[in-house]
């Protein structure tokens, strides 16, 4: 079992950067590989980033490649989101999830997920 706790959402201006964290609890981690999606007003969820366990691979979804940057620290059992040049087209509701993998496979659903921290960005 892994839970799985979001934070660091909020109101930000077009520009400006935003870092989420998300903590997991359960000893195994870093068998894990963690991805961040999100769901935005009247939207579907959607795929932002994913990294493999130990964080030497990542993928993006084109919407927020060179902008946003995945990360994992194993041993805080903590993966991140720093999320540079926000639009107002990024607000949503992102979620942290877990899948039983070492690498992130796009095809397969993710097996644990966390309940969200909602990011705004407006001016």
């Known amino acids: 079992q892994v839970q799985l706790v979001e934070s660091g959402g909020g109101l930000v201006q077009p520009g400006g950067s935003l870092r989420l964290s998300c903590a997991a609890s359960?000893?195994?981690?870093?068998?894990?590989?963690m991805g961040w999606f999100r769901q935005a007003p009247a939207k579907e969820r959607e795929f932002v980033a994913a990294?493999?366990?130990?964080?030497?691979?990542?993928s993006y979804a084109d919407s927020v490649k060179g902008r946003f940057t995945i990360s994992r620290d194993n041993a805080k059992k903590t993966v991140y989101l720093q999320m540079n040049s926000l639009k107002p087209e990024d607000t949503a509701v992102y979620y942290c999830?877990?899948?039983?993998?070492?690498?992130?496979?796009?095809?397969?659903?993710?097996?644990?997920w966390g309940k969200g921290t909602l990011v705004t960005v407006s001016s």
């Open positions: 999830a877990a899948q039983a993998n070492l690498m992130y496979n796009p095809q397969g659903g993710m097996d644990y």
């Open positions: 990294t493999s366990w130990s964080g030497a691979t990542t």
């Open positions: 359960g000893r195994t981690f870093s068998s894990y590989a």
